[in-house]
T-cell receptor
Framework: AQKVTQAQTEISVVEKEDVTLDCVYE???????LFWYKQPPSGELVFLIR??????QNEISGRYSWNFQKSTSSFNFTITASQVVDSAVYFC????????????FGTGTQLKVEL | SQTIHQWPATLVQPVGSPLSLECTVE??????LYWYRQAAGRGLQLLFY??????ISSEVPQNLSASRPQDRQFILSSKKLLLSDSGFYLC???????????FGEGSWLTVV
């Protein structure tokens, strides 16, 4: 069975600080996909990134970066120079290639960015 | 481009009343469709998924049912709501070529 753990329930930072959201996953499949979604107060889940298990290259998109390490089964998300608009709940998720693309979510990390 | 919409956005229903949440996807064909629920405390749970018309799998036993009468339409229903059905319901889709799942705006259901 697959599992996603986001140990950080809530993180508070001051604007312009860097912050890293942790994600650890478990799966028996060799082919799988990892995701990060952002859920602002409005509730909609906004897709941020997808990474497949064969691509361990880290990715940077503006102030966002992702560190995928298969050796530690982790897919961490870093926001550089955080802003108030980054305040949201962030979910890490996993889907197995043979699992009908169904997502298993972590419990989410509430990020609060304050002035 | 593809879009997904679900409605109503907010619903307050008495216990024992029926429910119908509707979701449609535009700009694609033969999508996989999903219903997720997010109860208080934010965990997301897959309720149903569908790979085609009238092909629906239930992930957890519950008071809800799903139907897919058309290729891009997915409906979540209940004949008699329970208090425990309250939550935030999210419809989602992905296509057969990619694995990224995209979500609708969500529907807030409060059963009173």
């Amino acid at each position: 069975a697959q599992k996603v753990t986001q140990a950080q329930t809530e993180i508070s930072v001051v604007e312009k600080e860097d912050v890293t959201l942790d994600c650890v996953y478990e799966t028996r499949d060799t082919t799988y996909y990892l995701f990060w979604y952002k859920q602002p107060p409005s509730g909609e889940l906004v897709f941020l990134i997808r990474r497949n298990s064969f691509d361990e290259q880290n990715e940077i998109s503006g102030r966002y970066s992702w560190n995928f390490q298969k050796s530690t089964s982790s897919f961490n998300f870093t926001i550089t120079a955080s802003q108030v608009v980054d305040s949201a709940v962030y979910f890490c998720a996993l889907s197995e290639a043979g699992g009908g693309n169904k997502l298993t979510f972590g419990t989410g990390t509430q990020l609060k960015v304050e002035l | 481009s593809q879009t997904i919409h679900q409605w109503p956005a907010t619903l307050v229903q008495p216990v024992g009343s029926p429910l119908s949440l509707e979701c449609t996807v535009e700009g694609t064909s033969n999508p996989n469709l999903y219903w997720y629920r997010q109860a208080a405390g934010r965990g997301l749970q897959l309720l149903f998924y569908s790979i085609g018309i009238d092909q629906i799998s239930s992930e957890v036993p519950q008071n809800l049912s799903a139907s897919r009468p058309q290729d891009r339409q997915f409906i979540l229903s209940s004949k008699k709501l329970l208090l425990s059905d309250s939550g935030f319901y999210l419809c989602a889709w992905n296509d057969r070529l990619g694995n990224t799942i995209y979500f609708g705006e969500g529907s807030w259901l409060t059963v009173v």
